[in-house]
């Protein structure tokens, strides 16, 4: 255990930082641009684990096991989330025959 | 000492059952619920009574039930006093009352709004035992402005006819007048003498530490309520209105138990009385003017139950001017007969108007004699009654208010002599007019008329024979009688100016020859005016001279109406049109149209478009992102 940690603990700390905000910053475009709301939903869960690397990179790099816990939280609770996001998804789908965002306008005043 | 709640208690659930079920039950079973609640009360009522008069009970019950209010270091509770002056309340209210109930079973058998009606019934007696029965002045203004209502209620109890609803407001509203006197009354005594108990009170100035302007003022704001109360000039204009109201209301609430409120409420206060002269020399005067002026507007009224209105109006001044005197039991005692043949005379006019189905006015009756035997003999008795004729009641307890004004102030005694001269003509004008000679109303009406139901001349006969016997309970020395009265309340009474009568059994006994001979001469003058002359009254608009301002009431309600009602109306509406319009409304209205009109261009900013939200979303959380950096 501690081997693995000396190994990932050579590879320098601000690898991890630029590899998680091309990650973020892919999910943000993805967000932006796509109008497929399943691929909205996948970037938005890349932009999740963007954010679930950092934690854990910085959680081993300082020795603090806080942060790995507080990943498997988020983890638990994204799988939450998507179940619901996935069936108003399903629901929309039926009601509309499409899930582009761009058809999703009546919500209005 | 737990009975007492339940005497208080059986008319609310009374209330309470007619009030929330009412509807569910058929009118026998809400009718009779309601009369035996009072019954019930009844029963309680003069087991206390008895107790009291048999002597095992010679202190008064004084019970402190739960605090109410705690301020400072003034506390006062709901508590209970019964003594020989509630106890003697509690019999007319729940005894009398007992008997309207059930008279109403009969009287109002044909109203779609029959439990309504008896659970207001119930509702009154409750407060009224609220108030005869509290030991603070407090709960005694609890149920004084709950009989307020109860009468605001019963009123305007045919509610679709306007003006009668009218006449409930105009009851409602001046006594509200009177209540603030109350209010007054109990402040000044709570911030001089700290205590609104009667108890407290009546220690407080019997040992002497209450300063005379202080029961002086205390004795004033509370005369104003109970001029209020009790319909004394100048607050005397909403009963004659309040007869609105269905019949037997007017016999509970108008003659015999409400309005006599406000005699039991000076009687109670005594103390503060006896402290301050003046006050009572202002009580003593305006009884007797109330007496004379309500006496004189009562010979040219022409509705029946207008001419008892008023007559009680005058009964009502007669008891002040004795409570004024100091004759406090006589005041107690007049109550008492007063509510017997009061409301024999009320409920047999109620006999009399049913009869013929709603109509009041006497120039349209005539001759009921003949087919209303029981309520032509009750009502005889009761007017021979109130007139004071030896030896029914009426004579007992007027001749001892008599006497008392006599030996205070010959003035007041010739006024109140004068009223009863007058009593005497005006009873007998309307007994004449409405039951001998012939019949004037339509044949029609002579076709259908018959004597009441039972439930109607039962009650009748019994209040009849109460105001034949009632004087027993006060025959003077001058007869050989030892007045029960006054010694029973003696305990209540007993400071100072209770004197002794100071005149002499010759003086008094000509005093009551000259009493019982105005009032011989009174009936013998309305005899050969109205059955041997024939007379009647004039038609309406026919009146001249003084008689048209008698008829017309001397206009007080128009002279109130300039001076008093017209001005609040038009001072209100120019609040209505500028204050209220220009202003309240104003305000509220610019502050939404401002809302509306910056909501219409918001609102363009929700256009559903979901990419346009991400887009935003984004952007914000770059600002707050760029804004946190900066601020490092």
Known sequence: ?109 | MQLVYLLILLPLIGFLVNGLFGSKLSKTVSGWLGSLVVLGSFAISTKYFLDFYTGSLAAPIDIKAFEILYFQNISIHFGILVDQLSVLWLMIVTGIGFLIHVYSIGYMHDDENFSRFFAYLNLFIFFMLLLVLGNNLLVTYAGWEGVSLCSYFLVGFWYKNESYSNAGKKAFIVNRVGDLGFLLAMFVLLYYVGSLNFSDLKAEALGGNIPSNVALAAALFLFVGAAAKSAQIPLYTWLPDAMAGPTPVSALIHAATMVTAGIYLVVRTNFLYDLAPEAMQVVAVVGAATALFAATIGIFQNDIKKVLAYSTVSQLGLMFLAVGVGAYTAAVFHVITHAFFKACLFLGSGSVIHALHGEQDIRNMGGLKKWMPITFVTFLISSLAISGIPPFSGFFSKDEILAAAYEHNIGLWLVASLASLFTAFYMFRLVFLTFNTNFRGTEEQQKHLHESPSLITIPLIILAALAVVGGAMGIPEVFGGTHWMKNFLAPVVASGSGAAHAISHSTELMLISIASIAAVVGIAFAYFRFVKGGALPLKDGEEKGLQKVIYNKFYVDEIYNAIIVKPLMTLSSLAYEIFDVLVVDGVVNTLASITYWKGKQIRLLQSGNIGFYLIMMVLGACAILGITIWQL
């Not at chain 1, 988020?74 to 179940?83: C, N």
């Not at chain 1, 998804?89 to 582009?100: A, E, F, G, K, P």
Request: glycine share 4%.
């Open chain 1, 1 to 109: 255990m501690s081997l693995l940690m000396n190994i990932f603990q050579e590879i320098p700390l601000h690898n991890y930082l630029f590899l998680s905000a091309i990650l973020f910053c892919i999910g943000v475009f993805g967000v932006l641009l796509r109008r497929n709301a399943i691929i909205i939903f996948m970037s938005i869960e890349l932009m999740f684990n963007a954010v679930n690397l950092l934690l854990v990179a910085f959680s081993t790099y300082y020795s603090d096991s806080g942060g790995q816990v507080f990943v498997f939280f988020i983890m638990a609770v994204a799988a939450a989330e998507v179940s619901v996001g996935l069936a108003i998804l399903v629901t929309i789908y039926r009601n509309l025959h499409s899930v582009d965002i761009d058809e999703l306008k009546s919500l209005k005043w």
